[in-house]
C-alpha cells in the first residue's frame, strides 16, 4: 500500500517541478569554479541591501550615489553580496537548506522570522504578508537564509512577469540567476537536489509558473532524443506535474530505454540499474544540452513512480542523485557552448 495521496501529491512536487522547471528555464549554468572564483557586488553594505534597494515600492533615496544606482547595482551583474559568498561555501552543511529551522513547525507565529517564512512556504500560505519584512533586511539578514531569499526573489520575479515587465528589467530574475549559477558549482555533487527538495524552501512550483509566462513549456522543436517518440511519456509527465497519477513506471522505464544521450549525462552505475538495465543501450556520441534534459525528465519521473508505488525503496535515492548529475550535465553543457559566466535564465 503507497503513502497517503496527500503526502505522495507533496513529495512529488517536491521533485518534479523543479525538473519541469529546471529543464526548460535552465535556471543556471554550472560549471567547475567556486565561489571564491566570483566576485561580490560593491553595492551592499549593512542596511544597503539588494532587497531594500532594488525591490521595495519605495527604497531609501540614500540607496543610491554616483556610480551606485539602480542600473549598476540591480540590473548588472554581480549583484549577491560578499556575505552571501560566504553563505554560499556552507552549501554542503545541513544549516545552508535548514536556516537553523529544525525544530517542529509551531503554528500561530506571526512576527518575522526565517522559520514562520519556511512554515508558509511548507503550507503553500500566501507570501505577501511577509514580504515587507523580507524586502527591509539587512545584508546579514538575506545572507541568513539563502534559499528563503530565494523563495522571496523568484516570487517577486513571477509578479512582475504577470505585470508584463520584461524578464531582462526584473532585478530579482538576476539575483536568483547568479545564486543558482554559483550554488550548482559549490554543490555539484549529487545530492543538491535531494537537500533541496528535503529543506522545505520548494519554490518549484512557481517557478512551473514563470516558465509558462516566458513561453517555455513540454515539447517544442528540438533534437530527436528518443528512438521511437516520446509523446505518450510526456502526456502522462504533464498530468503527473500538475496532480494527476504518476507516469507509468513501463512508461518511465521504455522513455528511459529509448533515449540516445551524450556519454556526459550517463548516471551512477547504482542509478541505472535502478532505471532499467535496458537504459544502457542505445548510448549515442553527442553533446547535445537537450537530451541531458531529456534524461533528468526521464529519471525523475520514475522516481517519483517509485515513490507513489511505494515500491524499490533502495532505487529511490540513486534516482534523484541520477537527476540532479543530469540537470548538471545539461547546464555544464550549454554554458561552455555559449561561453556564458552567468545568464542561464536567459535561456529560457
Same mark, same amino acid.
Given at each position: ?10 513529495? &512529488? ?15 543556471? /549554468? ?19 541591501? #539588494?532587497?531594500? $534597494?532594488?525591490?521595495?515600492? *519605495? ?8 556610480? *551606485?544606482?539602480?542600473?549598476? $547595482? ?21 544549516? #545552508? ?13 506571526? !512576527? ?18 511577509? *514580504? ?12 541568513? $537564509? ?5 523563495? #522571496? ?6 509578479? %512582475? ?11 530579482? *530574475?538576476?539575483?536568483?540567476? !547568479? ?18 527538495? /528535503?529543506?522545505?524552501?520548494?519554490? #518549484? ?22 528512438? =521511437? ?14 496532480g494527476g497519477p504518476p507516469v507509468p513506471i513501463a ?28 537504459? %544502457?543501450?542505445?548510448?549515442? !556520441?553527442?553533446? =547535445? ?44 553543457? &550549454?554554458r561552455a557552448a555559449l561561453g556564458w559566466r552567468y ?6
Amino acid at each position: 500500500m503507497g503513502p497517503p495521496r496527500s503526502q505522495a501529491i507533496v513529495l &512529488r512536487l517536491q521533485g518534479l517541478f523543479f525538473l519541469f522547471a529546471a529543464a526548460t528555464l535552465l535556471l543556471a /549554468e554550472a560549471a567547475a569554479e567556486s565561489s571564491s572564483n566570483f566576485t561580490s557586488s560593491a553595492c551592499w553594505s549593512e542596511e544597503f541591501s #539588494f532587497s531594500r $534597494c532594488c525591490l521595495a515600492r *519605495y527604497p531609501p533615496a540614500d540607496c543610491w550615489s554616483g556610480s *551606485y544606482n539602480y542600473n549598476n $547595482c540591480c540590473l548588472t551583474h554581480p549583484v549577491l553580496s560578499s556575505a552571501d559568498l560566504g553563505a554560499l561555501t556552507r552549501v554542503h552543511e545541513e544549516s #545552508f537548506w535548514s536556516c537553523g529551522c529544525n525544530e517542529p513547525i509551531v503554528l500561530g507565529g506571526k !512576527e518575522w522570522s526565517w522559520c514562520n517564512a519556511r512554515r508558509a512556504v511548507m503550507l503553500g500560505w500566501e507570501l505577501g504578508n511577509w *514580504y515587507p519584512h523580507f524586502v527591509y533586511l539587512d545584508v546579514t539578514g538575506l545572507a541568513e $537564509c539563502l534559499v528563503g531569499t530565494f523563495i #522571496f526573489m523568484v516570487s517577486h520575479m513571477f509578479s %512582475k512577469l504577470n505585470e508584463g515587465t520584461p524578464i531582462e528589467s526584473i532585478p530579482s *530574475y538576476l539575483w536568483a540567476d !547568479e545564486f543558482l549559477t554559483i550554488l550548482l558549482q559549490e554543490g555539484r555533487s549529487s545530492d543538491w537536489l535531494k537537500s533541496w527538495t /528535503e529543506s522545505g524552501w520548494n519554490p #518549484f512550483l512557481i517557478l512551473s509558473h514563470a516558465r509558462q509566462r516566458v513561453g517555455g513549456g513540454m515539447g517544442g522543436a528540438g533534437p530527436t532524443c528518443s528512438k =521511437d517518440g516520446s509523446d505518450t511519456f510526456l502526456r502522462h509527465a504533464a498530468d503527473a506535474v500538475i496532480g494527476g497519477p504518476p507516469v507509468p513506471i513501463a512508461t518511465a522505464a521504455t522513455f528511459l530505454a529509448d533515449l540516445t544521450f551524450a556519454r556526459s549525462c550517463k548516471a551512477s552505475p547504482a542509478a541505472e540499474a535502478g532505471a532499467t538495465s535496458d537504459a %544502457k543501450t542505445g548510448v549515442a !556520441e553527442r553533446d =547535445d544540452w537537450d537530451c541531458c534534459l531529456a534524461l533528468a525528465l526521464g529519471y525523475a519521473t520514475l522516481r517519483d513512480s517509485l515513490l507513489v508505488d511505494n515500491s524499490h525503496h533502495s532505487e529511490q535515492e540513486p534516482l534523484l542523485n541520477a537527476t540532479a548529475d543530469a540537470v548538471v550535465a545539461a547546464i555544464s553543457t &550549454r554554458r561552455a557552448a555559449l561561453g556564458w559566466r552567468y545568464g542561464g535564465l536567459r535561456l529560457l
